[in-house]
């Protein structure tokens, strides 16, 4: 069965440098949401996207903006990156109308800000 | 508040031995879904069980099931028989509502399983 898309899976930058993090959901998942996990912690609530439209927002800094396309995929787009950027990003898809709410995650995209 | 506490940072267990994991939770919201996810240490994110506000038992799935007593606000994760490679991080999570199902992590236990 078809998963959670994430690329790329690794990513090195530098400070003040730029990042885009894209996302395929399952198909015919309606949902994206956006986590992001630094060393040690748990993961973190981002931003999500229902239908294309942004429907809830975490703890996104400013300088991270995201968005979803016609075909569900998203971008998760980081500029003027900081060392504390550096973290696991996790991607995740949900179906609307699923009951148990459940959320299928990607294997995530670990960045590290140099 | 913490919605989600896990008071274990770190667990240790025998090969197959049971192992309890704690959960405890917090909301006032009457519609909600509890979850186990393992993170193994190459990070990706495994649904292990659900439970459900109103499911009146207890989920299991495989070798796993969730002890859930409603009126304590707890959700611990039972491992029956552990396996090498059960050794991993564990977290709880809740949504909360029955629209836009964002989860809120636990701090996580780490679990280790001995030979």
């Known amino acids: 069965a078809a998963g959670v898309i994430q690329s790329p899976r690794h990513l090195i930058k530098e400070k003040r440098e730029t990042a885009t993090l894209k996302c395929y959901p399952i198909p015919r998942h309606d949902t994206v949401y956006w986590y992001q996990q630094g060393p040690g912690q748990d993961p973190q609530f981002l931003i999500s996207?229902?239908?294309?439209?942004?429907?809830d927002k975490g703890s996104i800094p400013d300088r991270f903006s995201a968005q979803q396309f016609s075909d569900y995929h998203s971008e998760l787009n980081m500029s003027s990156l900081e060392l504390g950027d550096s973290a696991l990003y996790f991607c995740a898809s949900s179906l609307e109308t699923d009951n148990t709410g459940e959320l299928f995650f990607g294997e995530g995209s670990r960045l590290t800000v140099l | 508040a913490q919605k989600i506490t896990q008071t274990q940072p770190g667990m240790f267990v025998q090969e197959k031995e049971a192992v309890t994991l704690d959960c405890t939770y917090d909301?006032?919201?009457?519609?909600?879904?509890l979850f186990w996810y393992k993170q193994p240490s190459s990070g990706e994110m495994i649904f292990l069980i659900y439970q459900g506000s109103y499911d009146q038992q207890n989920a299991t799935e495989g070798r796993y099931s969730l002890n859930f007593q409603k009126a304590r606000k707890s959700a611990n994760l039972v491992i029956s028989a552990s396996q090498l490679g059960d050794s991993a991080m564990y977290f709880c999570?809740?949504?909360?509502?029955?629209?836009?199902?964002?989860?809120?992590f636990g701090k996580g236990t780490l679990l280790t399983v001995n030979p």
């Open positions: 909301t006032s919201d009457p519609s909600y879904g």
């Open positions: 999570a809740m949504r909360e509502g029955v629209s836009n199902y964002k989860l809120t």
């Open positions: 996207f229902y239908e294309k439209m942004q429907s």
